[in-house]
C-alpha cells in the first residue's frame, strides 16, 4: 500500500464523516425539534424509553449526539437517571442502523436497466436531486432535506473511496498477517476501543470496517471482537461532555461505557462458551458490508435484551463508582437548569425557558403579595424573603435573557420564533413588577421604621389599590402560564380601572393636605407606593398584550381598544364596571 492508497484512504474517511456529519445535522433539522421532545416526554416507561431511544438515534445517526441530550435532561432534573439509562439502551441499537445504510455501498447492478439500480448510478441520482433541493427550491425544510441527501451522496462516495484505497491489501502478506492477529479477541477489542476513541464515531469506525471486508481478508473471528471495542470505544465523547455536568449527568454519562463493557463481557462470554463447546464454526465465516451491518445490529440488540430487566442494578452501580457527598441533591431553581446542551435543540431548549419563565412568573407574584402584606403587618423576616426573591427574579432575567439570545441565533420555524419574542418582553415585564416589590417593601419598611400612618380614608384606598393590583397581578399570571388569551383580554380593563383609581386617591390626598388631614412627609411614602402599584398595572398590561400578540411596546390604551370587534368592546365595558364596582373608591 503506498502513499496515494494511504491519501485516498484518508480523503474517503475524511469524506465519509463529513457526509454523515451532514446528514444527521440536516435531519435533526427536519425531525429533531420534535422527536426531541417526544424523548423527553415519553421516556417514562423503560421500553418506551429503549424503543424512542433507538427510532431517535437511527434518525439523527448519532448515538453519541442522543447521549449528549439525555446527559442534558438528567442535568437539568427533567428526566431521572433510570430513564436516561433506557433511552441510552436504545441508543446503542440504533447507531448500528448507520451500518445497513453504508451496506448499500456494496450493491451493483447488471447490464441493461438493472444498472440503474447500482450504488454509483443511485448515489449520482440522490446528489443530483440533493442539489436541486439545496440550491433551486425556497422552503428551508426541503433545502435540509436536499443537504441529507448530499450529505448521504457523499457519505457513500467516502465508503467507495476507502474501499477502492484498501483493495491493495488483499494481496499483501503483512496485511493479512495483522488482521490475523486481530482475531486475537483481546487485541481486537483493543484496536476497536483505540480506533472509535480517536475517531470519535462508532458508526465511522464500523464503515471503516465494512471498507476493509472488500478485501476479503475479514472474518467473524477478526470482525466480532472489533465490534465490541468499537461499542465501548463510543462512550468516550459521552464522557467528556459530562465533565461539567452534575453528579447525576456523570452518572448517566458514564452508564454508557457500563452497558457497552458489561454487553461486551457477557456476549464474549456466550459466543466463546458456546464456541468452545459446540463449534458454531462461523469464527472463518468471511464477512462483507451487509454481515458485518448484521452482526453489529444483532450484537447490540442481544445484549441490550439480555441487560434491560437490570437498569436498577446499572443505576446503582454508577452511584457506587461516581459517590457524591450529598445524596439528596438541594433544590434548584428552574434558571439554574438551563442547559447549554439543549441550544442546539431549539424546541428542548425553549421548552425548558418556558418551565423557567413560569417559574420566575411565580416567583413575582409571590414578592407582589408579599410585599403588600408588609403594608398591612410589618415584619423583617418578611421583608427579607422579598429581598431574597427579588434576588432570584434578578437571576432569571439575568440568565434567561442570556439564554434566550443564544437560541434565536439556531435556525428556528415561525412559532418557535414567536415564542421567543414573547418570553423576551415577558422577562423584562417580571423582572421590573418584582422590583417594584422591592419599592413597596423598602416603602413599608420606612413607614414602619419613621412612625408614619395614614388617615384611615387614606389607609383603606391604599389597601383597596394593593388589593386590585394582586388580583390583577394573579389573573395576568395564570394567563401567561396557560398562554389564555381569553384571560388576557381581561387585563386591560383591569389596568384601565387600577388608573382610574390612582388618580382617585391622588385628588382625594389633596383634599386630605387641604384639611390638615395628611402632611407632605406622609404625601411622599403614599404617592411612592401609588406610583409603585400603577406601574406593576402598566407591566401587567404589556404581558397581557403579548400573550394577546400585539406589540406591547408600540400600543396604548386607545390602540387597544381600536383593535376590539363589536363584541370586545362590550365585553370589555361590561368588565371594566364590574372592576369600579368591585374596587371603587
Known amino acids: 500500500m503506498n502513499l496515494t492508497n494511504v491519501l485516498a484512504l484518508l480523503s474517503g474517511v475524511a469524506l465519509f464523516l463529513f457526509g454523515m456529519t451532514l446528514m444527521s445535522d440536516n435531519l435533526k433539522k427536519v425531525a429533531g425539534n420534535s422527536l426531541e421532545l417526544f424523548l423527553y416526554k415519553l421516556s417514562s416507561n423503560p421500553l418506551k424509553a429503549i424503543l424512542f431511544g433507538t427510532g431517535i438515534t437511527a434518525a439523527i445517526q448519532s448515538s453519541s449526539a442522543t447521549s449528549v441530550m439525555v446527559v442534558g435532561f438528567v442535568n437539568s432534573k427533567m428526566m431521572k437517571t433510570k430513564q436516561a439509562i433506557a433511552v441510552i439502551m436504545g441508543a446503542i441499537i440504533g447507531t448500528s442502523i448507520t451500518g445497513w445504510i453504508v451496506s448499500l455501498s456494496s450493491i451493483n447492478g447488471s447490464n441493461g436497466f438493472f444498472e440503474i439500480f447500482s450504488t454509483d448510478s443511485?448515489?449520482?441520482?440522490?446528489?443530483?436531486?440533493?442539489?436541486?433541493?439545496?440550491?433551486?427550491?425556497?422552503?428551508?425544510?426541503?433545502?435540509?432535506?436536499?443537504?441529507?441527501?448530499?450529505?448521504?451522496?457523499?457519505?457513500?462516495?467516502?465508503?467507495?473511496?476507502?474501499?477502492?484505497?484498501?483493495?491493495?491489501?488483499?494481496?499483501?502478506?503483512l496485511f493479512i498477517k495483522l488482521i490475523t492477529d486481530f482475531s486475537n479477541p483481546l487485541i481486537g477489542v483493543l484496536v476497536g476501543v483505540v480506533f472509535t476513541a480517536v475517531i470519535q464515531s462508532a458508526s465511522a469506525a464500523v464503515g471503516i470496517l465494512q471498507a476493509l471486508s472488500s478485501t476479503g481478508a475479514i472474518d467473524f473471528s477478526v470482525a466480532f471482537p472489533i465490534l465490541m471495542g468499537i461499542g465501548i470505544g463510543a462512550s468516550l465523547p459521552v464522557i467528556l461532555s459530562s465533565l461539567s455536568a452534575s453528579i447525576e449527568g456523570k452518572r448517566v454519562a458514564f452508564s454508557y461505557l457500563i452497558i457497552n463493557t458489561f454487553g461486551a463481557v457477557i456476549m464474549s462470554i456466550l459466543f466463546y462458551g458456546l464456541n468452545a463447546l459446540l463449534n458454531l464454526g462461523i469464527s472463518n465465516m468471511i464477512l462483507n458490508t451487509f454481515s458485518i451491518a448484521l452482526i453489529n445490529t444483532l450484537y447490540r440488540a442481544i445484549f441490550i435484551l439480555l441487560l434491560s430487566p437490570f437498569i436498577d442494578l446499572i443505576d446503582s452501580f454508577t452511584k457506587r463508582i461516581i459517590k457524591s457527598n450529598d445524596e439528596d441533591d438541594e433544590d434548584v431553581y428552574e434558571e439554574d437548569l438551563l442547559e447549554d446542551r439543549f441550544i442546539a435543540h431549539p424546541a428542548l431548549a425553549i421548552e425548558q425557558c418556558r418551565l423557567s419563565i413560569n417559574s420566575m412568573a411565580r416567583f413575582t407574584m409571590d414578592n407582589i403579595q408579599h410585599a403588600c402584606q408588609l403594608l398591612i403587618n410589618y415584619n423583617d423576616k418578611l421583608?427579607?424573603?422579598?429581598?431574597?426573591?427579588?434576588?432570584?427574579?434578578?437571576?432569571?432575567?439575568?440568565k434567561l435573557g442570556t439564554y434566550l439570545v443564544k437560541v434565536t441565533r439556531k435556525e428556528l420555524t415561525k412559532s418557535q420564533n414567536e415564542q421567543v419574542t414573547r418570553f423576551l418582553h415577558a422577562i423584562g415585564d417580571f423582572e421590573r413588577i418584582s422590583d417594584h416589590a422591592l419599592n413597596i417593601a423598602q416603602s413599608a419598611q420606612q413607614i414602619n421604621e419613621e412612625g408614619v400612618t395614614f388617615s384611615d380614608s387614606g389607609n383603606k384606598e391604599m389597601n383597596t389599590l394593593a388589593l386590585a393590583v394582586c388580583d390583577m397581578l394573579a389573573i395576568t399570571v395564570e394567563a401567561f402560564l396557560n398562554n389564555n388569551i381569553n384571560l388576557a383580554y381581561t387585563i386591560e380593563p383591569f389596568e384601565q380601572t387600577i388608573d382610574d383609581i390612582t388618580e382617585k386617591m391622588k385628588e382625594n390626598h389633596i383634599e386630605r393636605l387641604k384639611n390638615n388631614e395628611c402632611t407632605l412627609v406622609h404625601g411622599i411614602a403614599f404617592n411612592d407606593l401609588i406610583t409603585d402599584l400603577e406601574r406593576v398595572g402598566d407591566h401587567c398590561s404589556n404581558i397581557a398584550l403579548t400573550i394577546i400578540g400585539l406589540e406591547s411596546d408600540s400600543l396604548d390604551m386607545h390602540n387597544f381598544e381600536a383593535n376590539l370587534t363589536q363584541e370586545q368592546k362590550e365585553h370589555y365595558n361590561d368588565l371594566l364596571n364590574s372592576y369600579k364596582s368591585k374596587y371603587g373608591i
Open 383 to 398: 421583608f427579607e424573603k422579598v429581598n431574597k426573591k427579588e434576588d432570584i427574579v434578578d437571576r432569571y432575567a439575568d
Open 122 to 173: 443511485l448515489t449520482a441520482i440522490i446528489a443530483i436531486v440533493g442539489i436541486y433541493l439545496r440550491m433551486f427550491t425556497k422552503h428551508t425544510k426541503q433545502k435540509h432535506v436536499g443537504d441529507i441527501l448530499m450529505g448521504f451522496a457523499i457519505l457513500m462516495f467516502g465508503m467507495k473511496a476507502m474501499s477502492n484505497s484498501v483493495s491493495v491489501l488483499k494481496d499483501s502478506p
